[in-house]
């Protein structure tokens, strides 16, 4: 009897133990200072337009370059865009240092208590040409076909795979400037409603449906692993 006590701590102990043990691993995610470079664009890419760009780091490791304020989708999600740098020597100049260019890109999903950070893929969505605009894990954009001649009111909810909202807007504008599919859709809220105004005509769309679970805990073993 004289045992029991002692018995009773070492097993207290091990389940703290235990407990400890498959706690999970706490992240830090940050930004880093703003930095402006020169982005080339237009047909002959000869005009240049300041980007403010900015590290993500994750536990003080730079996993990306982003550009503009995240958007938070949860307390404990945010999305945020892309930028990156791309090597624009030619060929017959690839015995000579890389020649670094900024580039915009697509969206990041970033999980603050994972420390996951996913690229997110938005169909017939263009990075020169779509001009997104989030609302809760909503995001709106005019999409653009793979041959460049059709545009599409888009919309696309995190956590799905298809589109909430395809619809053919008509023939995507020849223009070579950024952005210029459209401009930027615009939310309201109760009902949920989108619109789209290309060429200065207004559409809106009634968006339906709620709120999907977008926690993805996949990479958990990864961490544990490392």
């Given at each position: 009897?004289?045992?029991?006590?002692?018995?009773?701590?070492?097993?207290?102990?091990?389940?703290?133990?235990?407990?400890?043990?498959?706690?999970?691993?706490?992240?830090?995610?940050?930004?880093?200072?703003?930095?402006?470079?020169?982005?080339?664009?237009?047909?002959?890419?000869?005009?240049?337009?300041?980007?403010?760009?900015?590290?993500?780091?994750?536990?003080?490791?730079?996993?990306?370059f982003t550009?503009?304020?995240?958007?938070?989708?949860?307390?404990?999600?945010?999305?945020?865009?892309?930028?990156?740098?791309?090597?624009?020597?030619?060929?017959?100049?690839?015995?000579?240092?890389?020649?670094?260019?900024?580039?915009?890109?697509?969206?990041?999903?970033?999980?603050?208590?994972?420390?996951?950070?996913?690229?997110?893929?938005?169909?017939?969505?263009?990075?020169?040409?779509?001009?997104?605009?989030?609302?809760?894990?909503?995001?709106?954009?005019?999409?653009?076909?793979?041959?460049?001649?059709?545009?599409?009111?888009?919309?696309?909810?995190?956590?799905?795979?298809?589109?909430?909202?395809?619809?053919?807007?008509?023939?995507?504008?020849?223009?070579?400037?950024?952005?210029?599919?459209?401009?930027?859709?615009?939310?309201?809220?109760?009902?949920?409603?989108?619109?789209f105004a290309?060429?200065?005509?207004k559409v809106?769309?009634?968006?339906?449906?709620?709120?999907?679970?977008?926690?993805?805990?996949?990479?958990?073993?990864?961490?544990?692993?490392?």
């Amino acid at each position: 009897m004289r045992n029991y006590p002692l018995i009773s701590w070492l097993a207290l102990l091990v389940s703290l133990t235990g407990t400890a043990a498959a706690a999970p691993k706490a992240h830090v995610v940050s930004f880093g200072k703003l930095t402006v470079v020169k982005w080339f664009v237009g047909l002959d890419e000869k005009q240049a337009v300041d980007l403010k760009v900015r590290a993500l780091y994750v536990d003080g490791r730079q996993k990306e370059f982003t550009l503009g304020p995240p958007h938070e989708v949860t307390d404990r999600l945010f999305v945020v865009r892309r930028a990156f740098r791309l090597n624009d020597a030619l060929p017959d100049e690839s015995g000579s240092a890389p020649k670094w260019r900024w580039e915009r890109g697509g969206w990041l999903m970033v999980d603050r208590l994972t420390g996951r950070v996913a690229i997110i893929d938005l169909p017939d969505f263009d990075t020169y040409y779509s001009a997104p605009n989030w609302y809760r894990d909503y995001v709106a954009y005019c999409g653009v076909s793979d041959d460049g001649k059709k545009m599409y009111a888009m919309v696309m909810q995190l956590g799905r795979r298809k589109p909430v909202l395809k619809k053919l807007l008509g023939d995507a504008p020849d223009d070579d400037m950024p952005d210029s599919a459209c401009p930027g859709p615009v939310w309201q809220r109760q009902p949920a409603r989108v619109s789209f105004a290309p060429d200065g005509q207004k559409v809106t769309y009634s968006v339906r449906g709620h709120a999907v679970d977008v926690v993805n805990d996949s990479d958990n073993e990864d961490e544990a692993s490392e």
